[in-house]
């Protein structure tokens, strides 16, 4: 197939999700339906389409605190969201909903046009990469529809709690109804074990939109993380980590750059962007700016500090766009929290020393013991918030935390001198599913 048939298709489709008249439009299918292996890897290298992701748990979280100013610029459900209103779209469109499952059908072409292939010459490998790619690819938007709206997993109630649909084929007119939480988090577990055996080892140096082992076994590793098996997350970190586990010293980083990090940063193992809510510079939180230590790079990486607000610049994306794909950092992080939790301090503060040795000024970090270090959790939990921030999981990450007493937390956004608080374990955790879809499929809606 052509390019042009290829690009048809995408808009087309990008046109007519969720319509039921979708099959009528198309006049000859033969034209418009991709049917080599070269056509759907093509599919798949669309980057516009599955390198991005939801974005409405970000301006929810406690990292950031805009002024009214900046707040009155932002797009409704911006502002919806950071006031914890009970409405968040106003009966608008809403992309973070829209665009993953249109990333989810194209996976679904994917994976049933790869089961008709009758192509003879092509590589084994080849076939199996493409087929990877794709369940990386939906396991992927399944994962952040999830938890933005989806219910929070709970161990005690996630067999009966409300996930998503789980949208598996190409049948537009087919009604899904939601599926439970564990039902959902199961199916993203199976979508990415199976791509984990089916991908590439190598981590690509000039396309990290590529998916690799790597990639698979770290959002394993965090996913396993979200629903709190903290046995399966680590063995999914260690096997991610025996792949690649690259990490950047942040001396060899420009400080005094607009934008340091780029997308093939060496310990970004996937490359993926969120939607573009937030304001360029954004504000941050000054207790967040406040806890990172003197000589912590990150300090001056991370932010802009002016006379009146601090400004976040530190996008791995390398631009003012936040970055929601998957790198080393955060698999060390990943591989410390479980260890500190299963009841292995040390080996949780050696990988927690090994990635912050590369973030302090050279010769200036003191590594953690278990003498100096009273609470190893605690000090883990506080370290991975100060790393990934604007990484699409700080939401996530209070999700799961307000479980637990000792790291639940009440959030304060202040509007026109009102404050708007959002409470440990509030149904607010969960987003409304947009009323479109609710009308159109009848799905079940979140109590907010």
């Known amino acids: 197939m052509n390019k042009i048939k290829t690009i048809a298709l995408g808009s087309l489709i990008f046109c007519v999700v969720g319509c039921t008249k979708y099959l009528d439009a198309i006049p000859d299918q033969g034209l418009t339906v991709p049917q080599t292996l070269a056509d759907f890897q093509q599919m798949l290298e669309n980057e516009k389409m599955f390198n991005n992701a939801p974005a409405l748990g970000e301006f929810g979280t406690d990292d950031i605190a805009l002024p009214d100013d900046i707040l009155a610029t932002r797009n409704i459900a911006f502002q919806n969201g950071y006031l914890y209103a009970k409405d968040i ?22 994976l049933a046009g790869i089961d008709r292939i009758e192509e003879k010459n092509v590589a084994g490998t080849d076939i199996n990469f493409v087929k990877g ?10 994962y952040d529809l999830q938890e ?10 996630a067999a009966s709690d409300l996930g998503i649909p789980l949208k598996l084929g190409t049948n537009l007119t087919e009604q899904v109804a939601r599926s439970t939480v564990q039902d959902t988090y199961q199916r993203i577990i199976d979508d990415l074990e199976e791509a984990a055996v089916l991908l590439p080892v190598e981590v690509s140096k000039v396309n990290r939109s590529m998916p690799s082992k790597s990639a698979a076994y770290g959002l394993l590793a965090r996913v396993y993380l979200m629903t709190q098996n903290y046995v399966h997350s680590l063995r ?17 980083i420009n400080t005094t750059v607009r934008q340091p990090f780029n997308p093939l940063l060496d310990e970004i193992i996937y490359h ?10 954004c504000p941050m939180d000054n207790a ?3 806890s990172y230590h003197t000589n912590d790079l990150r300090k ?40 500190a939790r299963l009841g292995d301090s040390q080996k949780a503060l050696d990988a927690l020393n090994t990635l912050l040795v590369k973030r302090y000024k050279t010769g200036l970090y003191i590594p953690y013991t278990l003498i100096n270090t009273p609470d190893v959790l605690k000090l883990v939990l506080t370290e991975r918030r100060k790393e ?24 304060n956004h202040t509007y026109k001198g009102i404050t708007y608080q959002l409470l440990p374990n509030d149904p607010k955790y969960t987003f409304p599913i947009p009323d479109e879809e609710v009308r159109l499929s009848g799905i079940q809606q979140n109590n907010r």
């Open 388 to 411: 990934c921030v604007f990484r699409n999981l700080r939401w996530p990450d209070l999700r799961r935390l307000n479980q637990d007493t000792r790291f639940a937390k009440t959030i």
């Open 148 to 157: 933005i709206f989806g219910q929070p997993y709970r161990p005690s109630t």
């Open 133 to 142: 790619w794709a369940l990386f690819c939906r396991a992927n938007a399944f």
């Open 288 to 290: 967040l700016y406040d």
């Open 236 to 252: 999914s970190a260690n096997s991610s980590l025996a792949l690649y586990n690259t990490l950047v010293d942040y001396n060899t």
């Open 300 to 339: 001056i990486l991370f932010f802009n500090n002016t006379t009146n607000t601090v400004a976040f610049k530190g996008y791995y994306s390398g631009s003012s766009i936040a970055h929601n794909g998957l790198a080393t950092d955060e698999i060390y992080l990943t591989q410390a929290e479980c260890n």
């Open 272 to 281: 993926s962007l969120q939607l573009a809510y937030l304001p360029i510079g």
């Open 89 to 110: 779209f106003a009966g608008l469109v809403n992309q973070d909903w829209n665009n993953a499952y249109e990333k989810i059908y194209y996976a679904n072409i994917v």
